[in-house]
C-alpha cells in the first residue's frame, strides 16, 4: 500500500515534529512505514527481529529530527538513519546468518500428502527467491525489494535511495538479471558497476 502525500505537507509535518508535534512525527512515520520495513528487512536479511530493529529506528527519529537541517530531505534522512541503526541493531545482537526455515518441516511423519507435497515444493521455491535474493549486492538487493516488495516506483526509490531515476532502473534491470541467472543456473563471476 502506498501512501499518498505532498512535499510540501511532508515538509510542514517535518517542521511540526521538529517542535514537538507527537501527531506530525507518528503521521511522518505511518507515511514512510512500508518502504522503511522493505530497508530493514533488506539490512536484516530476514523478518527476524525486524520489529525491534524497526522501534529502534523509531526511538531514533524521536530522538534526532530536530537534527534534521533540510526538512524538504526527510525520506533520505531517513534512508541514511535507518541503515545506519538496523547495522548497529546487529552488531549489537552479534547476530549469525538468518535462516529462512526448513522447507522440510511440512513432511509428516506418516508420509506425505499431494497438498503437503505442493507446500514443500512452493517452500522450496520461496527459498530459492529469498536466497537470490539476498545473494544481490546490496545496491541491487535494496532497489529490487522496494520495487517488488515494497511495490514502489522508480521516482519513489530514487528518491529513496537518493539516487537518479536512471541508476534506479539500471539497477532493477541487472538485478533481474542476476536473478533470472541465479534461479536458471546461469551463474556468472561478472558484478556490474552501477
Not at 526511538?59 to 530531505?73: F, G, N, S, W
Not at 526455515?101 to 497438498?115: F, I, M, N, R
Request: charge should be positive; hydrophobic fraction near 40%.
Amino acid at each position: 500500500m502506498m501512501s499518498s502525500y505532498e512535499p510540501q505537507n511532508e515538509t510542514a509535518l517535518v517542521c511540526a515534529a521538529q517542535k514537538g508535534d507527537k501527531q506530525a512525527l507518528g503521521r511522518l512515520l505511518e507515511n514512510h512505514w512500508a518502504w522503511l520495513k522493505g530497508l530493514v528487512y533488506n539490512v536484516l536479511g530476514g523478518p527476524e527481529e525486524m520489529d525491534d530493529a524497526l522501534q529502534n529506528i523509531c526511538v531514533l527519529v524521536i530522538d534526532k529530527i530536530d537534527t534534521l537541517r533540510e526538512p524538504e530531505r526527510f525520506r533520505p534522512w531517513l534512508a541514511v538513519l535507518a541503515r545506519r541503526a538496523t547495522l548497529n541493531w546487529i552488531q549489537q545482537q552479534r547476530r549469525q546468518p538468518i535462516a529462512w526455515g526448513d522447507p522440510t518441516a511440512l513432511q509428516q511423519k506418516g508420509g506425505v500428502s499431494e497438498s503437503t507435497s505442493r507446500k514443500v515444493e512452493q517452500n522450496e521455491l520461496n527459498e530459492m527467491m529469498f536466497e537470490a535474493v539476498r545473494e544481490l549486492p546490496e545496491k541491487y538487493r535494496e532497489a529490487f525489494i522496494l520495487k517488488y516488495m515494497d511495490d514502489r516506483s522508480y521516482a519513489e526509490i530514487a528518491e529513496i535511495l537518493d539516487l537518479p531515476i536512471t541508476t534506479v532502473q539500471i539497477r532493477l534491470v541487472r538485478a533481474r538479471r542476476m536473478m533470472h541467472n541465479r534461479l536458471t543456473g546461469k551463474q556468472t563471476n561478472k558484478i556490474p558497476r552501477t
